[in-house]
C-alpha cells in the first residue's frame, strides 16, 4: 500500500470545508475523464456508497467507494472525520478526512484539513508503491486543492496563495 498524507489551512468555515469535501459527485470535476455517481442516497452518512469512473477511450474502470465513518464537525472541541474504503477490483485501499475549525489572521475563520490515504493498484508490484504514493498523492492534492478553493476543471488548480500548506 502507498500511504501519504496532505495538510492544508483554508480561510473557511469548518461546515463549508466538510460540505465541499464530502460531495461526492463534485470530486469528478478535479479528475481527468471522471465521472462520480452515488448509489445509496442520501450521500451524508454511514454506509454511502459512491463510484467513480474512469474512462479514456476504450479503456474503463470503476473505483466504487464506501463511507464507513461519518462524523459532521460540529464545534471546535468536536472535530470532523469521514473514512472511507475503497472497495474495487483495481484500486483498493482508504482515505480519511479529518478536519478542525483553527484562529487565522486576524481571527478570521479558517480550516485545517487533513487528507490520508492508503492505496494499492491491484496488479502493480509493491515494489512500485512509491511511484503509486506520489501519483495519487498528486492527483489528491488536485482534487483536495480544487474542492477547498471552488474551483473545477475550467478553473485548474486554483489560487493556492488562499491556502496554507502542510506537510
Not at 33 to 57: D, K, N
Not at 67 to 84: D, F, I, T
Not at 141 to 162: A, M, P, Q, S, V
Request: aromatic residues 8%.
Amino acid at each position: 500500500m502507498a500511504f501519504f498524507r496532505i495538510v492544508r489551512e483554508v480561510p473557511l468555515p469548518a461546515g463549508t470545508a466538510w460540505e465541499r469535501l464530502t460531495h461526492w459527485e463534485g470530486h469528478a470535476a478535479h479528475v481527468p475523464f471522471t465521472t462520480v455517481e452515488v448509489i445509496t442516497p442520501p450521500s451524508a452518512r454511514s454506509g454511502t456508497r459512491f463510484v467513480a469512473r474512469t474512462r479514456l477511450g476504450p479503456v474503463a474502470f470503476d473505483d466504487p467507494m464506501e463511507v464507513v465513518r461519518w462524523e459532521p464537525p460540529r464545534s471546535r472541541a468536536v472535530p470532523g472525520y469521514c473514512r472511507v474504503e475503497k472497495r474495487g477490483r483495481v484500486v483498493q485501499g482508504w482515505a480519511e478526512i479529518a478536519l478542525r475549525p483553527v484562529t487565522g489572521e486576524a481571527g478570521a475563520r479558517w480550516c485545517r484539513v487533513v487528507w490520508s490515504a492508503d492505496v494499492r493498484l491491484r496488479g502493480v508490484p509493491r515494489f512500485f508503491d512509491g511511484l503509486t504514493g506520489k501519483a495519487a498523492r498528486l492527483m489528491y492534492e488536485r482534487i483536495l486543492d480544487g474542492l477547498l478553493l471552488g474551483t473545477g476543471r475550467e478553473g485548474g488548480r486554483g489560487n493556492h496563495d488562499r491556502t496554507r500548506q502542510g506537510v
